[in-house]
């Protein structure tokens, strides 16, 4: 699709984007599976059909490591019951029950020493223990066995491991794999959906984990996006955990292998293929373009429109104003776009832009008039542009009237009009408000030395601008009356005329423009007057 080149003179250009879905299309639409499962699908005919000839299989319940933090200057670690807590060296020191803060120095109460107290009553000594820090040697893994532990205000299942770097402290988060899962549904989808779309998605988040997991690092997984959204405890509840229960330790696997079931919010009724996406990765079968007809209730299955003034729209991207072309997948998202000699991947057109998805469609609104000013009584052309948005009106408005349609504009078209006065020009479609353009009138000036010492004029149509008379003296100008119009347009004054030049102005008002008329007085005009 190739749009109208965008003039730097041409500000009357509006880039109008529509889309649909939210996310990268890839995999499972949660959106979708919410709806399918709403028609009554079972989670595995769900999978089936965003991951087209993968198999059920069932994991080890091994255990995760999913990074919480990293670059914090200290932690606090709780738990109601007592810890245990154990340090690079394999020694393992039992903690009271409570919450214990340290820095980057590994501070931990694991040592005791003997004290001398006094007995207030008695005045006698007797040796007491009581706790001391000693640093400890990173990383530290922290243990409550008969309660979760806390950190940042939130509970965790497993152990907390808090590894140093230098002065900031990480923390990651050990846990078997179906815990892990029962902390990642309710960040993924709404805990109240069906029990069909929290299966898929225990089963999706479930692969997904264990197809991208970073043995050879200090943790397997991110907590946020770059993972999947991961917040312990908080996000159980009954039905979350009945759905990770129910599919405990399913996956889904291609050939033997874990598939990388990448999934999303709203598709907008079709998925993309992973090759349309990420070409890097490839034709993967089981990530193809797939139907997604029940993801209309998402508030995200369509979107826009956005409309941007073109030559910001230029400037946000970084690029000069030009020709808009896009190339779309054979899935309907957009591969690229270029922008005069310009191109941009559609992912970064979407990111740049702020837009939900790649699967976008550009239009735009231009209107430009062939002339901005206009004799009264005269006609002016309108090249109207509206293409991508289906059919738009274009409308006037004189002064601050309401604004009425003159025509229909889909694809390019020129209307001739004639403004009576200051007219403002725009163009309209479903939703969006486009550019507008102003037509400004000017009414018609005739003036003529009528004797040597009178100069007449008349301004049609009547206007109620001030007159001005100047004379040219050497090299300025020199304002020499103020005439008034009556109510015919009529206006003289009493003037004795020298040879040179002369210049009359009507100001400008609410409905016309300014207009401009000279005279130039010679010798000859003034002796003809004498006759």
């Not at 993972?227 to 009954?238: F, L, N, R």
């Not at 309108?382 to 004189?398: E, K, M, N």
């Not at 300014?514 to 005279?519: D, F, G, K, P, R």
Request: aromatic share 8%.
């Amino acid at each position: 699709m190739a749009l109208a080149a965008t003039s730097p003179a041409a500000a009357a250009t509006e880039v109008v984007i529509t889309g649909k879905g939210w996310g990268h299309g890839v995999g499972m639409s949660q959106w979708g599976a919410y709806g399918y499962a709403r028609h009554g699908w079972s989670y595995r005919r769900i999978l089936a059909h965003y991951y087209p000839g993968t198999t059920l299989a069932t994991a080890s319940q091994q255990r995760i490591r999913v990074q919480l933090a990293t670059g914090v200057p200290s932690v606090s670690i709780a738990c109601p019951g007592g810890i245990r807590v154990s340090d690079r060296t394999g020694r393992g020191y039992a903690l009271p029950a409570g919450e214990y803060s340290f820095a980057s120095g590994l501070r931990l109460p694991v040592g005791h020493e003997r004290v001398r107290v006094r007995n207030g009553a008695n005045h006698r000594e007797r040796f007491a223990v009581q706790p001391v820090e000693r640093p400890l040697r990173s990383p530290l893994v922290f243990d409550c066995p008969s309660a979760p532990l806390m950190w940042n205000g939130r509970s965790y299942h497993g152990l907390l491991v808090v590894r140093r770097d230098g002065m900031r402290l990480s923390i990651v988060n050990s846990v078997t794999l179906d815990d892990y899962v029962q902390g990642v549904v309710g960040g993924e989808m709404p805990h109240n959906w069906n029990l069909a779309a929290l299966e898929a998605q225990a089963v999706a988040a479930r692969s997904y984990a264990l197809a991208t997991l970073h043995p050879n690092a200090h943790f397997d997984l991110y907590s946020d996006a770059r993972s999947q959204v991961y917040g312990g405890i908080a996000y159980e509840t009954p039905g979350i955990d009945f759905a990770v229960r129910r599919t405990a330790g399913k996956i889904l696997e291609w050939h033997g292998h874990v598939a990388t079931t990448y999934f999303f919010s709203t598709s907008g009724g079709r998925t993309a293929s992973v090759q349309d996406v990420w070409p890097k990765l490839g034709a993967v079968p089981y990530l193809q373009s797939v139907s997604d007809p029940y993801d209309a209730s998402s508030p995200h299955h369509a979107w826009g429109p956005y409309t941007f003034d073109a030559a910001r729209l230029a400037a946000t991207l970084g690029v000069a104003p030009g020709a808009l072309h896009v190339a779309a997948t054979a899935s309907g998202r957009v591969a690229d776009v270029r922008i005069g000699s310009a191109t941009i991947s559609g992912a970064e057109f979407m990111s740049k832009l702020g837009l939900q998805s790649t699967w976008f469609q550009i239009g735009e609104l231009s209107l430009a008039a062939a002339r901005p000013r206009v004799l009264y009584g005269a006609k002016v052309s309108l090249g109207a542009h509206a293409l991508g948005v289906g059919s738009a009106l274009l409308q006037r408005r004189v002064g601050a009237g309401r604004w009425k349609t003159l025509a229909h504009v889909s694809g390019a078209r020129s209307v001739a009009v004639e403004p009576q006065g200051q007219t403002q020009y725009r163009l309209s479609a479903a939703g969006v408000t486009g550019p507008v353009v102003s037509v400004a009138v000017a009414p018609h000036l005739r003036v003529a030395p009528a004797g040597r010492d009178l100069l007449t004029g008349d301004v049609a149509p009547v206007s109620r601008g001030a007159v001005t008379v100047w004379r040219r003296r050497g090299s300025g100008w020199l304002v020499v009356a103020h005439p008034q119009i009556d109510t015919a347009g009529h206006f003289s004054t009493q003037l004795k005329l020298h040879p040179g030049g002369y210049r009359i102005s009507v100001g400008e008002t609410a409905r016309f423009a300014s207009a401009t008329a000279s005279v130039a007085v010679t010798p000859r005009l003034l002796a003809s007057f004498a006759r």
